[in-house]
């Protein structure tokens, strides 16, 4: 089945510790999207990219860094510069050109910085 | 400067009743403007679009108007169904900006049997 996988589900990390999250597409889309949702609010972009060995910041860049070295791939890392890094976070992807580009979103990955 | 609101947090209606989801809008350039449904720790999925030349868009039991003058969309779900109860976000695309959404706060629907 074709789809969009995030790891883990949630994740736990000590105040100051950079962790990565992953996000992984089957669907060959060109475009992939990070998300960011805290409660009660919508979702905020983070980062996204077109295509590989690009990408643009979003929203809310700061204390965030990504990469996308395969078109599959696109692990986004929440560094310690990240004030407020316990969130909700989602991966999404679309179709390049698609008009309008309906994004498929991952499960998320819960991350709490203790 | 949130450029897509959703004023209702939460909306409680009753099964085979019609819902209705607000979204207002400050944007006039936006071009597309789609509704994405929410389970509790899950991805948004997909739910309906409309282009911003229409003024309606009708997939099933859900509607979308758009009312260009008010900078207002709404969504209409008939009936209602108990598994229709989720969080509903609205977004709105601009073409010429990377095919970035931006999304409302969302509404949290619950369809009561």
């Known amino acids: 089945d074709g789809g969009i996988t995030q790891s883990p589900k949630y994740l736990f990390r000590k105040e100051g510790q950079n962790v990565t999250l992953s996000c992984e597409q089957n669907l060959n889309h060109d475009a992939m999207y990070w998300y960011r949702q805290d409660p009660g609010q919508g979702l905020r972009l983070i980062y996204y990219s077109q295509i590989v060995n690009d990408f643009q910041k979003g929203d809310i860049a700061e204390g965030y860094s990504v990469s996308r070295e395969k078109k599959e791939s696109f692990p986004l890392t929440v560094t310690s510069a990240q004030k407020n890094p316990t969130a909700f976070y989602l991966c999404a992807s679309s179709i390049g050109g698609q008009i309008p580009p309906k994004q498929f979103f991952g499960p998320g990955t819960r991350l709490t910085v203790l | 400067d949130q450029q897509v609101k959703q004023n209702s947090p939460s909306l409680s209606v009753q099964e085979g009743r019609i819902s209705i989801l607000n979204c207002d809008y400050t944007?006039?350039?936006?071009?597309?403007f789609l509704w994405y449904k929410k389970y509790p720790a899950e991805g948004p999925t997909f739910l309906i679009s409309?282009?911003?030349?229409?003024d309606k868009n009708e997939d099933g039991r859900f509607t979308v108007f758009l009312n260009k003058s008010a900078k207002h969309l709404s969504l209409h779900i008939v009936p209602s169904q108990p598994g229709d109860s989720a969080v509903y976000f609205c977004?709105?695309?601009?073409?010429?900006?990377?095919?970035?959404?931006?999304f409302g706060g969302g509404t949290r629907l619950m369809v009561k049997p």
């Open positions: 409309i282009s911003s030349i229409k």
């Open positions: 977004a709105a695309l601009r073409n010429n900006a990377g095919n970035m959404l931006t």
């Open positions: 944007n006039s350039m936006f071009d597309y």
